[in-house]
């Protein structure tokens, strides 16, 4: 069966500092990547994705991912947090082949910045 | 445009009793999910529909659980005879056609269920 593994449940970081959200899944052969963030009393917001080519995907908020497969991980990075970046940040993978729709996430990391 | 919505936002049921969750997808999306989020973990997968055909139910976690989409538009889940261990936030997903992994799941805000 699928997984991905959080393995930081609650990360507290300061404002202004840098960040990093760590996510690894189960090995496929072909998998797509998600980051998906969940405001206070909110659904789940996409906040990048990776479907193929290029292993650096970014959003139009700062944060960016990175795929990579030898390691079967996509941690998800910000260089400078804002008080507004608290949230709690899930990592979700598809696979290639039958039920790929289905998203299996992992448990989550709620993100909470310091001023 | 308006995204996917969801109703009621919060249910307290006694344990026991049947109740009923609705969701109205993004105009146009084919596509729609249930997921089930019990505290502290992450959502995970109960129902897929493809317009009105309900192609997979396999995260279903018993038979008080139900899904439908008879127009292929709006969805209700409904549970019979809750059970304290029913208490979770579900959330419904749609996306915009086909049964791709690389399709974005666009989520609404979720139904808070808790059963007393």
């Known amino acids: 069966a699928q997984s991905v593994t959080q393995l930081d449940s609650q990360v507290p970081v300061f404002e202004e500092a840098p960040v990093e959200l760590r996510c690894n899944y189960s090995?496929?052969?072909?998998?797509?990547l998600f980051w998906y963030v969940q405001y206070p009393n909110q659904g789940l917001q996409l906040l990048l994705k990776y479907l193929s080519g290029s292993t650096l995907v970014e959003s139009i908020n700062g944060f960016e991912a990175e795929f990579n497969k030898s390691q079967t991980s996509f941690h998800l990075r910000k260089p400078s947090v804002h008080i507004s970046d608290t949230a709690e940040y899930f990592c979700?993978?598809?696979?290639?082949?039958?039920?790929?729709?289905?998203?299996?996430f992992g448990k989550g990391t709620k993100l909470s910045v310091i001023p | 445009g308006a995204g996917v919505s969801q109703s009621p936002r919060y249910k307290v049921a006694k344990r026991g009793q049947d109740v009923a969750l609705r969701c109205d997808p993004i105009?146009?999306?084919?596509?729609l999910f249930w997921y089930q989020q019990a505290l502290g973990q992450g959502p995970e997968f109960l129902t897929y529909?493809?317009?009105?055909?309900?192609?997979?139910k396999s995260g279903l976690p018993s038979d008080r659980f139900f899904a439908e989409r008879p127009e292929g538009s709006v969805s209700t889940l409904k549970i019979q005879r809750t059970q304290q261990e029913d208490s979770a936030v579900y959330l419904c997903?749609?996306?915009?056609?086909?049964?791709?992994?690389?399709?974005?799941?666009?989520f609404g805000p979720g139904t808070r269920l808790l059963v007393l």
């Open positions: 979700a993978v598809s696979y290639s082949g039958a039920g790929s729709y289905q998203l299996t």
């Open positions: 997903a749609s996306s915009f056609a086909g049964t791709s992994g690389r399709q974005t799941q666009y």
């Open positions: 090995s496929s052969v072909s998998v797509y």
């Open positions: 529909f493809q317009n009105e055909a309900q192609l997979d």
């Open positions: 105009s146009g999306h084919v596509s």
